[in-house]
């Protein structure tokens, strides 16, 4: 079209030149049809980039609850409306915890397990605009605490379960079921989230595992190669997103989350009843009571209240890091495996494969404790000396640090230490494989985005047709041949100008 304009323009100047000796306006009549041609060709570049310009974005939401063992948070996810498809497009909006306890703990009332959501939700409603509202998908999934309680007791378990469903129910979203994921859907979901974020299911290769630590669980997820995976059925996944085919393998340790892990760490330790316990994964000069029952009442607990036992004992720190892992080493079993090769308690595990992306409690823990990018060795040595610091000194440094998060570190860095290195073999040469994230991208890693990805078809199986060039590279071949073009016009009315005035002269 623009060639066309070219042609028309140069048609008209050779026939001006003809008309020139009998015209005494040809000069104006010149400049006319080059400013014309300039207007143009400017209207045609500036139409064509408009019509190709990307529409103004209309963005769509998701909420997920995560109903963990500790607490429940709820994510609000958003993503522009035309762009669903692609590849790191879904964005975490905001997040809220609910105040109080995990909702497993609400099995006494199980009405306040609902109500306790309310904040949240009122804040939820805030954050997505009104006319969204009906067409936001809403889902509720609950991992460990209520895989626990379901054990214990299903009775409860489902009532927990109904009085959410109420309250969910009676919000304006599109409410999609509250349920107890599975182990291995966590360790996927959080896997599809990591590599998701971090733009690396497009590509096909190179691919991170996920480490994530709660507090009644704990997952490990890593793809493999096709054969490593048949050993187990249990824990394979398999995923086909984007054009490539995944094999992950997955497990879940119920009772390996940091809490009921030092559950069995109490249990183990006060299998005499004695009534003080003298615990070197505490810092010396910590102590409180603690009752039996906190401790034995949990299903990870498989041993009975020791008979000579009273109600309660009395927990004291020693503070000994060696001492510690050796606690931490007695809640392991490393024998008994019948596949190839194993990580603990009989569980099947293949080599470890490529980088890992650590979250949840294993950033907390990890983070507080400084031990997010230095060697094992040296990470060691930190952990030794933050157990061997009197409790009165740890208080003093940590005065804002809530009192019982601030008492477990010692033990939960140890458990972590112990974890990666004894029970999933990392090494100090494989060490530097994990890091330590608790965001990517400004969303943070956990399985609720990989969950409502899954959920609403958000990744293909097959990878999208894409246009030939992005849209920043059509404008800028658009503007260059225009430009092109431009300068081919203005050199050849030049030189037909050129032609037009020797001619005359020679007449
Ligand atoms: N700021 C925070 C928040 C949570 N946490 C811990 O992170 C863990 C989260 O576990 P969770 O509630 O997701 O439990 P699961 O159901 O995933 O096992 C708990 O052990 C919390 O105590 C922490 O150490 N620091
Ligand atoms: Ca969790």
């Keep these: 079209m623009c060639g066309g304009c070219v042609v028309g323009a140069i048609y008209c100047i050779t026939v001006l030149c003809k008309m020139k000796e009998k015209n005494p306006w040809h000069k104006a009549v010149v400049i006319f049809i080059a400013v014309l041609g300039i207007i143009a060709i400017v209207a045609l570049v500036t139409t064509a980039v408009l019509q190709n310009k990307p529409l103004q974005q209309k963005f769509k939401y998701g909420i997920v609850l995560d109903a963990g063992s500790s607490h429940t948070a709820v994510y609000i996810y958003e993503w522009p409306a035309e762009k669903e498809n692609d590849t790191g497009r879904v964005k975490q909006k905001h997040f809220c915890q609910v105040k109080g306890p995990g909702i497993s703990s609400y099995s006494l009332s199980p009405e306040q397990a609902g109500h306790s959501l309310r904040l949240c939700i009122q804040e939820a409603v805030l954050n997505v605009p009104r006319r969204r509202h009906h067409e936001t998908p809403l889902y509720l999934g609950a991992t460990a605490g209520m895989r626990l309680l379901r054990m214990e007791n299903q009775s409860l378990c489902d009532q927990v379960l109904g009085s959410v469903e109420k309250v969910l129910q009676s919000t304006p979203f599109d409410y999609q079921g509250a349920r107890i994921i599975s182990g291995q859907e966590e360790g996927a979901f959080g896997w599809v989230t990591v590599n998701y974020l971090s733009d690396r299911l497009k590509q096909g290769s190179g691919t991170t595992g996920a480490l994530d630590l709660g507090g009644a669980s704990t997952q490990i997820t890593f793809a493999t190669n096709q054969d490593e995976t048949g050993e187990s059925a249990e824990n394979t996944v398999t995923f086909r997103l984007y054009g490539n085919d995944y094999f992950l393998y997955t497990h879940s340790f119920l ?28 810092n010396q000069g910590y102590s409180t009571n603690l009752s039996y029952s906190s401790v034995y009442s949990s299903p990870c607990i498989t041993t009975q209240k020791p008979l000579a036992a009273g109600e309660g004992f009395t927990h004291r720190g020693t503070g000994n890091a060696l001492q510690c892992q050796e606690v931490v080493r007695r809640i392991f079993n490393f024998s008994g495996c019948t596949f190839s090769h194993c990580s603990f308690n009989g569980v099947y595990q293949p080599p470890l494969q490529g980088q890992f992306g650590a979250f949840s409690a294993y950033y907390f823990v990890m983070n507080f404790l400084n031990l997010t990018s230095d060697t094992l060795e040296n990470n060691m040595e930190k952990m030794a000396r933050y157990c061997s610091t009197p409790w009165t000194q740890i208080k003093q440094q940590f005065p804002n640090v809530k009192e019982k998060y601030l008492a477990e570190y010692c033990f939960s860095g140890t458990y972590i230490l112990f974890l990666l290195t004894h029970g999933y073999n990392f090494t100090s040469d494989t060490w530097s494989n994990i890091k330590f994230i608790k965001k990517i991208s400004g969303s943070d890693a956990g399985w609720t985005l990989g969950y409502m990805l899954n959920l609403t078809n958000m990744i293909p199986a097959e990878a999208p047709d894409t246009p030939p060039l992005p849209h920043a590279g059509y404008v800028t071949l658009l503007l260059f041949t225009s430009l092109l073009l431009f300068l081919i016009l203005l050199c050849s009315l030049r030189s037909l100008w050129v032609r037009c005035t020797s001619q005359r002269q020679i007449i």
């Design 255 to 282: 009772c390996y989350g940091k809490d009921q892990v030092l559950k069995l760490a109490l249990a183990q330790q006060t299998q005499a009843g004695a009534s003080t316990l003298l615990d070197p994964c505490f």
